[in-house]
Each structure stands twice: as C-alpha cells, then as structure tokens.
C-alpha cells in the first residue's frame, strides 16, 4: 500500500542518545554448505530512545530478520544484541519471554486481535496475562493519543481495518514498553487508515517519548520517521536522518541501479 503524503512540516524531537535496542556485528546464518544463506552479515546498529527509525530493504535484504532478531524474536548465530542494558543471547527462554512481555512491543501486519473482545480487552490483555494492572492514567493518554476513546466497548469485527491497527498500536503501548517494533504495520490497510495509523506512531514518539523500530518497504511510510536504516545483502548500507518520500524513494533507486549493474 502506498500511505497519503505526510505533512510538510514537522518538528521531530531531539531523542536522548541512549540507546533502547542495539546490535554489534550481529550474524544470522541459514543452514549449511551448498544452502547456507546469510541473512544478516555482521550488523551494528544503534535506536535511540524516544526516536521513530524506519528499516527498508530490497526483499531478502535482511530487515525482518534484523528487527525479529533485536525483538527476541529469533535467535542468532553471533554478535550481540541487547534491549538496554539487557545482551539477548544471555537469557534463559523464561527470562527473554518475560522480557519481550515487559519491555518490548509488537504491532504487525496482521492485527492479532481476539474476536470476543472489546478493543479496552484486546488493548490491557498482556497486562492481564501477565496479572499486572494498566496505569490508568497512562493507558487514558494512549487510548486519546490514538483516537479510540468512542471505540473501546466495540469488538473487532465491529470497527474498520485503520481502526482494528489502532487498537493494536494502544497495545504495543498500554504497557510502555522501552521499544515498539512493528513489522510492515500499515501493510493490510488503505492508504487512508495507514496515514492515520503512521501519525499515531509518530506522536507517540513525539508526544508519549516512545521509541519505535518499523520495517516497511514503503518511503512514504518511511517519511513519518526521524531516521531510515538501509539494508542490503544483509549488511546496512546507509543511514538517513529526516527523510522525505522523495529522498527515500530516490536513494532506494540508486541502490536497484547499483544492483542492477554490480
């Protein structure tokens, strides 16, 4: 999907230099001899805190590894990568699953919503799992900063595609989790209901002080970020700070072009 053009102006906050996630020469390696694939090709990487970065790549670049990677998603063959003050590869399965519950959110293509719930139950449900109660008036700011507060007794298959993301984007957030990671999250949506959902994320960041992590293949998407991380063959190859949909779409050019000839 290709989202609406984004505002023209708009002002990004200075985030604070720490890091929320990183890696250091991170290696993804897929089987073996004659099958061997490298997904990720000694990657390093930094996300600041309170920053919105956009991950993009040809398909088998590597971004989608990289992000399941850093998520505690997957695993992998070494390097490091660490959420924090926290190096992933160090965990036990029960610690890193308490981990991904409490310091990391998700919002994916596919909204994983439960169809028996109302948006507020779909919204709280990892607290409630994870028996912790919502800050209320935390989760009130989420809820008003995303648009839902006339939707939260409506189930899923009472609400539209824009507006079923949305609840899955106050998920991501009710818990302030240190680093959101969404994987293509405007994907299934028109372009309308994309462009809402990407300014939701954008003012989380600006309004909410949340750092947030997306792989999309899309620049306009792209644009709402502070930052791009370019992937190719696995290895990052280069780095925008406030990126345009035309300044994203023309280095993505030069590197097909580069492709092409090399």
Request: with cysteine; hydrophobic share 40%.
């Amino acid at each position: 999907m290709t989202t609406s053009t984004r505002p023209a102006s708009i002002a990004h906050p200075a985030s604070s230099g720490t890091a929320a996630a990183r890696a250091v020469d991170l290696t993804k390696v897929y089987g073996q001899g004659e099958t061997k694939v490298v997904a990720l090709d000694s990657v390093s990487v930094e996300f600041r805190q309170g920053q919105f970065t956009a991950i993009m790549g040809p398909s088998g670049s590597g971004k989608s590894t990289l992000m399941h990677c850093m998520a505690g998603l997957d695993s992998f063959t070494s390097g490091s990568a660490w959420i924090g003050d926290t190096e992933l590869s160090s965990l036990k399965e029960k610690k890193l699953t308490r981990l991904r519950r409490d310091k990391i959110g998700f919002i994916f293509q596919a909204f994983n919503l439960l169809p028996t719930l109302t948006a507020l139950e779909n919204i709280t449900l990892p607290m409630d799992i994870a028996g912790r109660k919502p800050e209320r008036e935390w989760l009130d700011r989420v809820v008003e900063t995303v648009g839902l507060s006339g939707r939260l007794r409506h189930r899923p298959n009472q609400l539209s595609g824009g507006q079923q993301q949305r609840v899955a984007v106050a998920r991501a957030l009710a818990a302030r989790p240190e680093i959101i990671f969404g994987d293509e999250p405007t994907g299934n949506l028109d372009s309308r209901s994309g462009a809402e959902v990407l300014g939701f994320l954008r003012n989380s960041v600006r309004e909410l002080g949340q750092t947030v992590v997306m792989v999309t293949h899309d620049p306009v998407a792209a644009s709402y970020a502070d930052r791009v991380v370019f992937l190719a063959d696995g290895r990052i190859v280069d780095d925008m700070a406030d990126p345009t949909a035309e300044s994203v779409l023309d280095r993505m050019k030069a590197f097909d072009a580069r492709g092409r000839t090399s």
